[in-house]
């Protein structure tokens, strides 16, 4: 069965740096829009950032833009954020999607991980 498994979460000082990574297994990876969501306590689950099959087309959120990358490398069936800058507002736990639509909504992913927490003390 499909898998999506997250890593590289963890506690962070605001401006410090981390690196996602998203292991996909059980599907052909590089036939699938790949994305990342954030949910923090009480809010509703946002799109962070999406990469094309290819990965030549890149989408962020306003609010991550010059400080995340997305990328993926699709002969590990791997998907990455890299986050700099890191705000308080940052933290919150953050999932891998996958998508056989170009897309940013969330109902429109077929395949989800469980998360890794990310937590940014100010």
């Known amino acids: 069965q499909v898998q999506l498994v997250e890593s590289g979460g963890g506690l962070v000082q605001a401006g410090g740096s981390l690196r996602l990574s998203c292991a996909a297994s059980g599907l052909t990876f590089r036939n699938y829009f790949m994305g990342w969501f954030r949910q923090a306590p009480g809010k509703e689950r946002e799109f962070v950032a999406a990469?094309?099959?290819?990965?030549?087309?890149?989408y962020y959120v306003d609010s991550v833009k010059g400080r995340f990358t997305i990328s993926r490398h699709n002969a590990n069936n791997a998907v990455y954020l890299q986050m700099n800058s890191l705000k308080p507002d940052d933290a919150a736990v953050y999932y891998c999607?996958?998508?056989?639509?170009?897309?940013?909504?969330?109902?429109?992913?077929?395949?989800w991980g469980e998360g890794t927490q990310v937590t940014v003390s100010s």
């Open positions: 990469i094309s099959w290819s990965g030549t087309n890149t």
């Open positions: 999607a996958a998508s056989l639509k170009a897309t940013r909504i969330r109902g429109e992913y077929d395949y």
